[in-house]
Structure formats: structure tokens, C-alpha cells
């Protein structure tokens, strides 16, 4: 079993910055891909960023290429999501996840992942 606890959402005005933080219960940290995904109102969850077990790979969605990076501290079992030049569209509840890594699928997906974080809030004023 993963714990997840997200923290660092809040309120900022567009263009801003932000960084969530996520830690991780266990010995294991490194053994799981990490992923930030975030559902705004009336929307389905969707991925934002996704990291490998040994942060040797990234990913992230192609809204937020350029603004926003996923990076670990597997030392610290903490993963983090830097987000600049932040957009009213960026609102969104946004959740970490954990999976494990070794197992087929595709890690741009939800249902890819076995553990979830409970979510923080981010939002975002024009």
C-alpha cells in the first residue's frame, strides 16, 4: 500500500507560479512511476505530467509543455510539479499517482494507476 499526500495548490493570478508536492509513504518510491493528473469542473480526469521510477524519463501533456515540470526526490519520497505561466484553464483539482512500474499499459491513462493522492485545489484568476 502507497500513501499520497498532495499539497502547494492555492489561489494565483495568471502567469504566476505554483509547486505542488506530493509525498509518498513506503520504502519502495522508487519502484513506481509517478503521474499528476487534474479534473476540472464537469471534466474527466486528465493527465498532466508522468515521471519513471528513477526520473531518468518524463512525459506531459502537450497543454502543458514548456510551462509546467514533473521532477522526484527519491531520497525524500517526494514527487513535485512546478507550474509557471499559469492559465484560468489550469483550474483544476489536481491529484499525484502512483503505479507500478513494471506492468504493461500506457501511463498517460488513469486507470493505469493503482494508488491516488487525495487532490489539491489550484486556481487560477484572469
Known amino acids: 500500500q502507497v500513501q499520497l499526500i498532495e499539497s502547494g495548490g492555492g489561489l494565483m493570478q495568471a502567469g504566476g507560479s505554483l509547486r505542488l508536492s506530493c509525498a509518498a509513504s513506503?520504502?519502495?518510491?522508487?519502484?513506481?512511476?509517478m503521474g499528476w493528473f487534474r479534473q476540472g469542473p464537469g471534466k474527466e480526469r486528465e493527465f498532466v505530467a508522468a515521471?519513471?521510477?528513477?526520473?531518468?524519463?518524463?512525459n506531459s501533456a502537450n497543454s502543458v509543455k514548456g510551462r509546467f515540470t514533473i521532477t522526484r526526490d527519491n531520497a525524500e519520497n517526494t514527487l513535485y510539479l512546478q507550474m509557471n505561466s499559469l492559465k484560468p484553464e489550469d483550474t483544476a483539482v489536481y491529484y499525484c499517482?502512483?503505479?507500478?512500474?513494471?506492468?504493461?499499459?500506457?501511463?498517460?491513462?488513469?486507470?493505469?494507476?493503482?494508488?491516488w493522492g487525495q487532490g489539491t485545489q489550484v486556481t487560477v484568476s484572469s
Open positions: 499517482a502512483a503505479g507500478w512500474g513494471q506492468k504493461p499499459g500506457i501511463i498517460t491513462t488513469a486507470q493505469w494507476y493503482d494508488y
Open positions: 513506503g520504502r519502495t518510491f522508487s519502484s513506481y512511476v
Open positions: 515521471i519513471t521510477g528513477d526520473g531518468g524519463s518524463t
